[in-house]
């Protein structure tokens, strides 16, 4: 059956996905009964299904993706006129839009200087792997090449970053895993390792520091965090806590780095999460909301002091970084970013994002005032969360399948919300809401009233 040659034969579409895609996340024996969902259009925050039907996107594309929202024609327009120019040149060679959004993207990160460019969250943090294990060569005698990664954080979907994950799950049946990834423990307050403390972001932070000396610090390289766990159950950082990882770090001499891939491109109300705190990284990794779902396309930043020690024997010639990325090449990412960037400073996104998302937080604290079963309410500008719990008391998690019982509620009401999903044994439990940054008011309310009835309906 030839589907191009019948666009509009949504039939058609169905039939040939269902014998031919491989869905991402899927149990495909659901198939046999169900029609898979197949999105055909976008505008703004709202997408249609190929039955016609219309949703609120509150996750931005499944993964907090399209931060500047469907359907912009000046970001298609940038990268088709950037297409016909020159589409790509990869290797060693630059290109115009590299350039300049390079250039950009450092005004907005006081303290970095260079970008590397490829095309995934995973690819991006693999190349800060890479780069840490090749200074522990060149610079530490084999030495600081252990990377740390937390408990419940994830970095990606390679086998490096795999090994740094911290949501056991997703790494079960896909070993043996590459060496030399620690883990060290989750800073949720609402689940404390100490019970109810004063001081729970500083001993969080301290627990880093207790594995650090327990691996040798003359063994550790590098500590790998997001600045709000996403999939593991959008967890905002403990009071304190970013500050006394950063003095840790700089005690050891271990890099820092910071993987905003979901935080990044104003998803937090500012440009990058870890702007919240006053924190100077080693490294900071981005790519959904770069080019917000536009093009492929990911970054790898760092300082002059990280990038000098790949310069500064040029007769040796194993001391540059021997790495490519064949579509880091393509001009569409950059081309896509520049303009995304420039809607994002023009529509005051970063201000709508802190407005918007404090309205979010008092709708799902009032939420919280009335259903039990909401247990915790975490959130940073656009990305919150609800924790769902049997019994406030012991804090027993909610089912899975009760929580998607919520989604999938919500879903038919046409409002699309996330939950946390095959990551955390046991605490799969946490719906996710992060909508396009360029919500409204009434469109916030719509999400949270989707999730009040669907909360009575499924909780009682
Ligand atoms: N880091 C984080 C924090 C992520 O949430 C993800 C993807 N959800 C990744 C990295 C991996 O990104 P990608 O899927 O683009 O490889």
């Given at each position: 059956?030839?589907?191009?040659?019948?666009p509009?034969d949504?039939q058609?579409?169905?039939?040939?996905?269902?014998?031919h895609v491989?869905?991402?996340?899927s149990?495909?024996?659901?198939y046999?009964?169900?029609?898979?969902?197949?999105?055909?259009?976008?505008?703004g925050?709202?997408v249609?299904?190929a039955?016609?039907k219309?949703?609120l996107?509150?996750v931005?594309?499944a993964?907090?993706?399209?931060?500047?929202?469907?359907g912009r024609t000046t970001?298609a327009?940038a990268?088709?006129?950037q297409?016909v120019?020159l589409?790509?040149?990869?290797?060693?060679?630059g290109n115009?839009?590299?350039?300049?959004?390079?250039e950009?993207?450092?005004?907005?990160?006081?303290?970095m200087?260079r970008?590397?460019?490829s095309?995934?969250?995973s690819?991006?943090n693999?190349?800060?792997?890479?780069?840490?294990?090749?200074?522990?060569?060149?610079?530490?005698?084999?030495?600081?090449?252990?990377?740390?990664?937390?408990?419940?954080?994830?970095?990606?979907?390679?086998?490096g970053?795999?090994?740094?994950?911290g949501q056991?799950?997703r790494?079960e049946?896909?070993g043996?895993?590459p060496?030399?990834?620690?883990?060290?423990?989750?800073?949720?307050?609402?689940?404390?390792?100490w019970?109810?403390?004063?001081?729970?972001?500083?001993?969080a932070a301290n627990?880093i520091?207790e594995?650090?000396?327990?691996e040798?610090?003359?063994?550790?390289?590098?500590l790998?965090?997001?600045p709000?766990?996403?999939?593991?159950?959008?967890?905002?950082p403990?009071?304190?806590?970013w500050?006394?990882?950063?003095e840790i770090?700089r005690?050891?001499?271990v890099?820092?780095?910071?993987?905003?891939?979901?935080?990044?491109?104003?998803r937090?109300?500012?440009?990058?999460?870890?702007?919240?705190?006053g924190?100077?990284?080693d490294?900071?990794t981005?790519?959904?909301?770069?080019?917000s779902?536009?093009?492929?396309?990911s970054?790898?930043?760092?300082t002059e002091?990280?990038?000098e020690?790949f310069?500064d024997d040029?007769?040796d010639p194993?001391?540059?970084f021997?790495?490519?990325?064949t579509?880091?090449?393509?001009?569409s990412?950059?081309?896509?970013?520049?303009?995304?960037m420039?809607?994002?400073e023009d529509?005051?996104?970063?201000e709508n994002?802190?407005?918007m998302?404090?309205?979010l937080?008092?709708?799902l604290?009032?939420?919280q005032?009335?259903?039990?079963?909401?247990g915790d309410?975490?959130?940073l500008?656009?990305?919150?969360g609800a924790e769902?719990?049997?019994?406030?008391?012991?804090k027993?998690?909610?089912?899975?399948?009760?929580v998607?019982?919520?989604?999938?509620?919500?879903?038919a009401?046409g409002v699309?919300?996330?939950?946390?999903?095959r990551?955390v044994?046991?605490?799969?439990?946490?719906l996710?809401?992060?909508?396009?940054?360029i919500?409204?008011?009434?469109?916030?309310?719509?999400i949270?009233g989707?999730?009040?009835k669907?909360?009575?309906?499924?909780f009682g």
């Open positions: 059956m030839n589907v191009a040659s019948r509009n949504i058609a579409v169905i039939e040939a996905d269902r014998a491989w869905h991402h996340l149990q495909h024996k659901q046999e009964s169900v029609d898979p969902k197949i999105y055909v259009e976008g505008k925050t709202r249609w299904d039955t016609g219309e949703y996107d509150a931005a594309g993964v907090w993706t399209v931060n500047v929202g469907y970001i327009d990268v088709r006129d297409l120019k589409n790509y040149f990869a290797g060693a060679a115009v839009p590299a350039a300049l959004f390079a950009k993207l450092i005004e907005k990160m006081p303290g200087t970008v590397y460019y095309n995934s969250g690819e991006a693999e190349k800060v792997f890479k780069m840490v294990r090749q200074i522990a060569h060149r610079k530490h005698n084999g030495g600081k090449y252990k990377i740390l990664y937390r408990d419940r954080d994830y970095h990606g979907t390679t086998l970053t795999l090994a740094a994950a056991k799950e790494r049946q896909y043996p895993m060496e030399g990834f620690v883990e060290v423990p989750h800073c949720l307050e609402y689940r404390s390792q019970g109810d403390v004063d001081d729970y972001g500083i001993r627990a520091e594995v650090i000396l327990r040798g610090p003359e063994t550790v390289g590098l790998c965090l997001e709000v766990t996403a999939g593991g159950g959008v967890i905002t403990p009071k304190g806590y500050e006394r990882v950063q770090c005690k050891y001499d890099l820092l780095h910071i993987d905003e891939v979901v935080c990044g491109m104003g937090t109300g500012k440009w990058f999460g870890y702007q919240h705190y924190i100077e990284p490294f900071v981005m790519a959904k909301g770069v080019a779902g536009y093009a492929a396309i970054c790898t930043v760092t002091k990280v990038f020690l310069k040029p007769t194993m001391s540059y021997r790495d490519i990325s579509f880091g090449g393509c001009t990412g950059p081309a896509a970013a520049l303009e995304n420039r809607i994002i529509e005051g996104l970063l994002t802190l407005k998302g404090e309205r937080m008092n709708n604290r009032e939420l005032s009335r259903h039990q079963v909401i309410v975490r959130g500008g656009l990305f919150c769902l719990v049997m019994d406030r008391a012991t027993e998690p909610a089912p899975e399948k009760m998607q019982a919520v989604t999938a509620d919500c879903l009401q699309i919300i996330g939950a946390t999903n990551s044994p046991g605490l799969n439990n946490t996710c809401m992060s909508p396009p940054l919500i409204n008011a009434s469109e916030i309310d719509q949270t989707a999730i009040d669907a909360l009575t309906k499924v």
